[in-house]
């Protein structure tokens, strides 16, 4: 085996030092994140939804409608009962940022949820409202009905520095409230989104951090412990992580949510220009010391650039005063600014700089995006479920008086935990015995608060607390 050596040392020496000093240098260099979780992880929550997707039939041809005569042939349903929807569900991460209720998460999260609960680290679950959504920055602001709740701050995305350490809490593939530390890989990174609209206002930090399928919308924290970063993106060929994910910068969410707050829905800047890259042999063209910008392609007519008099054939190295490195800097900034904006460029036109000042149109992603409304319960089925009676064979059999959940959907039921098949022996502490018994008994209950309910499934019986909230 052979040994380095560094100045003349002998190898001997420095495995010495190396055994000597290293640990030394480790332990007190590396970060303890105990406290930061400790005092952050009552602000983050776990995000669930539900959305109505349509039922597909593995059964083609009618197989299915046959199918289910055979095995029930004395079932007088109508086949056409059966839904054509199925509910399914998923997890994602969020944060509390005021102690009044407002949630942050990512838009893919809650985009297209029929229901959203935000369970809280103290166990206490809420309905949620979405108060806006913005798909290209892939942001969603909720709110809760509660107060004097824990909630976290925001800080300084901007002074991050690649190699500085950072923290996510969040709920990866449900588990909720974990935490995984790494450092910042790069900034400004830009990535593909799901549709055309998507990040092109975005600049996005690259993180190490283990971010995993449910950590989506939760927080990217610095060793101050306040959010640098929303977590909203992985580059795996897995589905789980590699190494590589991708934060939103809080200067960023703060615009955005600061504007969902406002009215709902984000406005941003329009320049109205094509842009490419800027390389070396553009650089070397127009006379430049090194690359840099954003190399004007087109002005599109009548559009605010236009108006400033931007050429194409430009290059846009500053916009009001941020520097623009690579051409995806200045949507990313022009984005940052609402319509209506003044805005002072510095571009580089026939081997000199001039300035220029623009007044800023209208993004045709000013699109508002109407929130999901909340799922209106059926009334006259206010607990979510309905119920059948129990054949005598089954009474004989199990020795059970009572009534089965038939037909499960979005409820107090659901909620609580109910499933179809399980039989309901009491309710609100009343005996069930028959449908009649149990739409008595409902009728009776309180619009709000919690009833018992007194199940029976696979043998074993519970009770269970339903919320109601009509």
Excluded at 40 to 63: C, H, K, L, M, Y
Excluded at 224 to 238: D, F, K, R
Excluded at 370 to 390: H, K, M, T, Y
Aim: glycine share 10%; with cysteine.
């Amino acid at each position: 085996m052979k040994l380095l050596t560094h100045a003349g040392l002998p190898a001997a020496c420095l495995l010495l030092s190396s055994v000597l000093l290293g640990p030394v240098f480790a332990a007190s260099s590396l970060p303890n994140f105990a406290d930061l979780v400790e005092i952050n992880a009552p602000a983050i929550v776990e995000i669930t939804t539900v959305r109505q997707v349509s039922a597909r039939s593995r059964f083609p041809g009618g197989d299915l409608d046959d199918l289910l005569r055979r095995f029930n042939p004395d079932d007088e349903q109508d086949l056409e009962d059966i839904p054509e929807m199925r509910e399914r569900g998923a997890v994602g991460s969020g944060f509390i940022t005021s102690d009044n209720g407002y949630v942050i998460t990512n838009h893919h999260v809650v985009n297209g949820a029929d229901q959203i609960e935000v369970h809280l680290n103290d166990r206490r679950v809420f309905q949620a409202e979405v108060v806006g959504m913005d798909e290209p920055s892939d942001l969603a602001l909720l709110k809760i009905e509660a107060s004097g709740l824990p909630h976290v701050e925001f800080g300084d995305s901007d002074k991050l520095r690649v190699g500085d350490w950072v923290l996510a809490i969040g709920s990866p593939f449900g588990l909720e409230f974990s935490a995984a530390a790494g450092i910042v890989s790069a900034k400004g990174r830009s990535v593909p989104g799901p549709s055309a609209s998507s990040y092109n206002y975005m600049s996005f930090i690259q993180t190490d951090v283990a971010i995993n399928q449910g950590n989506s919308g939760g927080p990217l924290f610095n060793l101050a412990g306040e959010v640098v970063g929303i977590n909203s993106q992985i580059l795996s060929s897995t589905g789980g992580s590699n190494g590589i994910s991708f934060s939103i910068p809080s200067n960023v969410a703060m615009n955005v949510v600061n504007q969902l707050r406002e009215t709902g829905q984000v406005k941003r800047g329009l320049l109205g220009v094509r842009i490419k890259e800027v390389d070396f042999a553009l650089a070397e063209t127009f006379g430049m010391d090194r690359p840099r910008g954003a190399f004007v392609d087109e002005v599109q007519p009548r559009s605010p650039a236009a108006a400033a008099g931007i050429e194409n054939d430009d290059i846009v190295i500053e916009f009001n005063n941020h520097a623009i490195e690579t051409s995806g800097d200045l949507p990313f900034f022009v984005g940052q600014y609402r319509p209506d904006t003044t805005a002072d460029l510095l571009v580089f036109r026939s081997g000199g700089i001039e300035t220029l000042q623009v007044t800023l149109g209208s993004s045709p992603t000013n699109e508002t995006i109407v929130p999901v409304a909340n799922v209106i319960e059926d009334r006259r089925n206010p607990l979510g479920f309905r119920v059948s009676e129990l054949s005598n064979e089954a009474k004989q059999v199990s020795g059970l008086n009572g009534v089965r959940i038939s037909e499960l959907s979005a409820g107090p039921g659901r909620q609580a935990g109910l499933a179809e098949g399980d039989v309901i022996v009491s309710l609100n502490r009343q005996e069930i015995s028959s449908t009649d018994q149990f739409a008595t008994v409902t009728n009776q209950l309180p619009d709000s608060g919690f009833v018992p309910i007194r199940i029976v499934r696979g043998g074993q019986a519970t009770t269970l607390a339903l919320e109601l909230n009509r």
